[in-house]
């Protein structure tokens, strides 16, 4: 089962941009699907965005048109590009591989990486 990384929270300010990586222990070019996750305090975990291997994505309707989701199959990694965040896009983000079309994850979860929107 492929190992997974999360990287690249912090705080950042409202209105502000930041990038969540997520290494893969092996290549994720045969994975078709892989999604980005978050969850915040005293809530579940939802789907923030997911990518097929063709490139195709689909995004939570709080994040459309703010983040994008991309991936670099040669570099084994999964991006999430956070514009103009908002206070409620704080949480623990996390990267899974997913289900094609429900986008329910698939692998175990790593530890997450802290998202903080905040003046």
């Known amino acids: 089962q492929v190992q997974l990384v999360e990287s690249g929270g912090g705080l950042v300010q409202p209105g502000g941009s930041l990038r969540l990586s997520c290494a893969a222990s092996?290549?994720?070019?045969?994975?078709?699907?892989m999604a980005w996750y978050r969850q915040a305090p005293g809530k579940q975990r939802v789907l923030v965005a997911a990518?097929?291997?063709?490139?195709?994505?689909n995004y939570a309707d709080s994040v459309k048109g703010r983040f994008t989701i991309s991936r670099d199959n040669a570099k084994n990694t999964l991006y999430l590009q956070m514009d103009s965040p908002k206070p409620e896009d704080t949480a623990v983000y996390y990267c899974?591989?997913?289900?094609?079309?429900?986008?329910?994850?698939?692998?175990?979860w790593g530890q997450g990486t802290q998202v903080t929107v905040s003046s």
């Open positions: 899974n591989t997913a289900t094609s079309l429900t986008y329910k994850p698939r692998g175990s």
């Open positions: 092996e290549s994720i070019y045969s994975i078709n699907t």
């Open positions: 990518i097929t291997g063709g490139g195709t994505t």
